[in-house]
């Protein structure tokens, strides 16, 4: 079975701290992807990034960095110097290669971070 | 510009009321699929496509209908809704070409059923 989870359902931060998101997955596929969503106020699903199993290295995008951890099944999302803007719903999600024809994501529950001034 | 358009994005109806929601993608994808957002259950998956006239059932098929007469139209069809369909819906898309099949969603419509 697979599964997603992200245990931490809201954070609260004040504008500029750092803030890390995490999530657990479980999977028996030795190749898969994992993704994570941002859904600000309005509600569309934003694409942040795809990772690939076979992938550890870690990743920085501006202000946002990821940390893949195949030993511990962990994929966290750090924010750096947290902008109100960052204020958002925020999901990972995991998909297995060996899917079969549907190959649908798998879904954490998100965490709702809210930024504050 | 490559995307996935939903209509309507909001639609507010009433208990029974037949309602189709429509799903459009520009990028000549095979795969599309159908997922609704519930505060607490996340997004579940509730039909797929992989191609014209390929459909099947994913998590939470009840209640619903979806046809695939044309690759680039992928619509959900509620024939007689209730309140418990009331959600947040967002259709996806995605080329099979690949290994990663990376999937483009579309804006999400919101259901309000009374």
């Known amino acids: 079975a697979q599964k997603v989870t992200q245990a931490q359902t809201e954070i609260s931060v004040v504008e500029k701290e750092d803030v890390t998101l995490d999530c657990v997955y479980e999977?028996?596929?030795?190749?898969?992807?994992l993704f994570w969503y941002k859904q600000p106020p309005s509600g569309e699903l934003v694409f942040l990034i795809r990772r690939n199993s076979f992938d550890e290295q870690n990743e920085i995008s501006g202000r946002y960095s990821w940390n893949f951890q195949k030993s511990t099944s962990s994929f966290n999302f750090t924010i750096t110097a947290s902008q109100v803007v960052d204020s958002a719903v925020y999901f990972c999600a995991l998909r297995a290669h060996n899917a079969g024809n549907n190959r649908k994501l798998i879904w954490g529950l998100g965490t709702s971070l809210a930024v504050n001034p | 510009e490559a995307q996935v358009t939903q209509n309507p994005r909001y639609l507010i109806t009433v208990t029974g009321k037949k309602l189709t929601v429509t799903c459009s993608q520009n990028m000549n994808h095979e795969y599309m699929s159908w997922y609704r957002q519930d505060p607490g259950l996340g997004l579940r998956q509730i039909y797929y496509?992989?191609?014209?006239?390929?459909?099947d059932k994913g998590d939470v098929p009840e209640g619903y209908k979806v046809s695939r007469k044309e690759k680039r139209n992928f619509p959900l069809i509620l024939e007689s809704p209730s309140p418990n369909q009331t959600s947040l819906y967002f259709c996806?898309?995605?080329?099979?070409?690949?290994?990663?099949?990376?999937?483009?969603f579309g804006p999400g419509t919101r259901l309000t059923v009374t």
């Open positions: 996806a898309s995605s080329s099979i070409a690949g290994a990663v099949w990376e999937q483009y």
């Open positions: 999977t028996r596929d030795t190749t898969y992807y």
């Open positions: 496509s992989m191609n014209v006239e390929v459909t």
